[in-house]
């Protein structure tokens, strides 16, 4: 099970998160109250070690832009939304190892998802990083060999539900695993690695 710890602003959430045991952390570079600065994402870099990703998350950015972002950080990968076409995805994807395209859990996009050819797939609520969980009953997987990583709302006491609901490659979560915006509770990040992990052995993944 892929675990994405996103929004994060300090390299000591960052360093929280990896000794949680997450694979990956989120740094959001979109307008939210979680977006960091690229000295601030640079910092958060600097304190990872090798095997954990970091991504950048945009909205509406140009591959160029993308592309900037990446070389001035050192992301690991991006995670994009409102992702213009499949065209500038494989742009992206040329330069950069891992690649996530965010969808609506529910919409039409998330069925043709295929078509982004991107590493996964974010599954998310229709407003991404509200916090909101959306109902996973309505969730039809992808056509076509699709990793999904699922998101919104998710958190320590509920991922388990998400998981068996969805049967995800990967889960991300944020605004849950917070004492306020941009700062995490390193208490619920471990509780959730922790669920996230457990719910995952009992599973077989689509």
Do not use: Y
Not at 30 to 41: K, Q, T
Not at 79 to 90: R, T
Not at 149 to 166: E, K, M, R, S
């Amino acid at each position: 099970m892929f675990v994405k710890v996103c929004g994060i602003t300090l390299p000591d959430d960052a360093k929280a998160a990896v000794d949680a045991g997450a694979d990956a952390i989120g740094l959001i570079f979109a307008p939210s109250p979680r977006n960091v600065s690229l000295d601030a994402a640079a910092a958060v870099v600097a304190a990872l070690p090798d095997a954990v990703r970091a991504i950048g998350v945009f909205r509406g950015a140009t591959p160029r832009d993308v592309l900037r972002t990446v070389q001035a950080v050192g992301l690991a990968g991006v995670q994009l939304h409102d992702a213009g076409s499949p065209d500038d995805v494989a742009e992206i994807r040329r330069a950069v190892p891992f690649v996530l395209v965010a969808v609506a859990g529910g919409s039409a996009d998330c069925a043709s998802a295929e078509r982004w050819r991107a590493d996964a797939v974010l599954v998310d609520a229709a407003v991404p990083g509200s916090g909101a969980a959306w109902e996973w009953s309505r969730f039809r997987r992808p056509d076509g060999p699709v990793r999904v990583v699922l998101a919104g709302g998710l958190g320590p006491d509920n991922v388990a539900a998400g998981i068996a609901a969805v049967r995800p490659w990967g889960v991300d979560a944020s605004s849950a695993l917070e004492d306020a915006p941009g700062r995490k509770d390193h208490g619920a990040v471990r509780r959730f690695v922790a669920a996230a992990r457990a719910a995952a052995g009992t599973l077989t993944p689509c």
